[in-house]
């Protein structure tokens, strides 16, 4: 009998622990905060609000309600970056490619925000977009217009960037879809152009 009590004691210790995990980890489709937002924002897309205002490479100022009607394909950088962003910038130029044909008929807007806006003046936007084979049509990189666009940004995108005392900035890294509607409905990795490619060819009309 104590070893039956025992057994059946660890039994549901064991049930609870497994429960627990569950309810914590969103029936166990979320074993970290980034996998949780991802899968919050496909449940529950989020709107973009339309004023959050941006000074692009070429000096011209532009906000989201104008890109709205099209599919948006976000990243989030600063130019001295020599990790995620050299990745990213790449993939972009990838994008700009393999989604030719949609960015020609404006059904597709590919977007690059920095999150240094003190630093990543449009010149220095502009040079980011060369190094990286920019092909001259359907590539935003833009800065935000001030810095309370540039946290409604982060808070609305669930981007986290903190100076790392060295110049740089520690951050996340992700593409971020836009519906035309002006909601952000998924999350994609940093470094698979072609799953972005892919996701978009999906919801474009055929």
Known sequence: MPVARTLLASLAIVAAGAAAIAFATDGLRAFTSETARRIDIREHP??????????????SHIDFGDLRGRWLLVDFIYTRCLTYCTVQGGEFAQLQRKLAEPLRRDQLQLLSISFDPAHDTPARLADYQRRFGDAGAGWIAARPSDPETRDSLLRVFGVTA??????????????????PQGRLVTVLDYDDAQAAAD???GKLPR
């Open 46 to 59: 989020r709107p973009v609000p339309a004023t959050l205002a941006l000074e692009t490479a070429t000096g």
């Open 162 to 179: 903190v100076a790392d005392g060295l110049g740089g900035f520690v951050h996340n890294a992700a593409i971020e879809v836009v519906d």
């Open 199 to 201: 996701y978009v060819r």
